[in-house]
């Protein structure tokens, strides 16, 4: 299937959105996740499938202020 | 008449009424909160635990006399040179999941302006599944590039500012010139919610 991944169309096998983000580096804590233009917890990502053609960016939060 | 003279009589009682929260006093938030009275924001609720200390003047809104000082106290002292009839909450405060919705509670707008990732990722924890609207900054680091620092909407209620790349703990240090820059993009999204502008 294809998703739209930080703006960019990227092919992908079925998975949840958390299984995917774990195998594109963005996987665990520490990151915002912004699903079908909704944030979705870490917890609830681990259990939502991706569906064709849906947008997912992950913003990782790192320190500093 | 206020700190900002520009404003229209529509957009004054909309900022004036309007109270923001500011979770820390550091180089986020004592910029954020300067450029909002600036603007025309009257009423804050500003938390902080830190007293100001000497590497804090590359970036943050205090002076070399204020070193010591406890940090709420020392930005409201200098927010009322800008403008004097200011309403200010202030709580010298180690902001934590146990007590943050209650410092908070009732602000139309929350600033995360905190140095911690994991401080960061509590306070979005705390508000966002409660459907309030928060500004947050991450990746503000190091010098040069100005325009990786970009204001974005992400879903419903948060708008993230920053490169989300440029990690204090990577050795980035936190630099005045760009940590000014995250300030302002959060003070002006902040400005932009309350107005309805576009960010």
């Given amino acids: 299937m294809k998703i739209i991944y930080q703006g960019k169309e990227t092919e992908t096998p079925p998975a949840t959105v958390g299984a995917f983000l774990a195998a594109n580096g963005a996987g665990g804590s520490g990151v915002v996740i912004e699903y079908k ?11 939502v499938p991706l569906e064709d053609g849906a947008s997912l960016n992950a913003f990782k939060i790192v320190a500093g202020g | 008449m206020g700190a900002n003279t520009y404003l229209t009589e529509h957009e004054r009682k909309i900022l004036e009424s309007a109270k923001i929260g500011i979770a ?9 909160a300067a450029l909002l009275v600036r603007a025309g924001v009257r009423r804050f609720v500003v938390a ?24 709420v106290a020392a930005l409201a002292h200098n927010l009322r040179l800008i403008e004097p009839d200011l309403e200010l909450d ?34 979005l924890n ?12 991450a990746g503000l680091a190091g010098w040069g590039r100005s325009n990786d620092i970009r204001t974005r909407k992400v879903g419903r209620n948060l708008v993230l500012v920053g490169d989300q790349t440029r990690d204090v703990r990577d050795g980035f240090a936190p630099v005045g010139v760009r940590v000014e820059i995250a300030a302002a993009h959060e003070a002006n999204a902040v400005a932009s919610l309350l107005l309805g502008e576009e960010l």
């Fill in chain 1, 37 to 47: 233009g909704e944030i979705l917890s870490a917890a609830d990502a681990a259990s």
């Fill in chain 2, 126 to 137: 705390a508000f966002l599944p409660a459907g309030r609207r928060v500004v947050s900054a």
């Fill in chain 2, 24 to 32: 820390g006093a550091g180089g986020l938030g004592s910029n954020v």
């Fill in chain 2, 48 to 71: 902080d635990f830190d007293t100001v200390a000497e590497s804090n003047l590359n970036r943050q809104f205090f002076f070399r006399r204020q070193i010591g000082e406890k940090k």
């Fill in chain 2, 90 to 123: 202030l709580r010298d405060i180690r902001l934590a999941a146990d007590n943050i919705a209650e410092v908070f509670d009732g602000c139309d707008v929350i600033v995360e302006a905190m140095d911690a990732a994991e401080s960061k990722e509590m306070l």
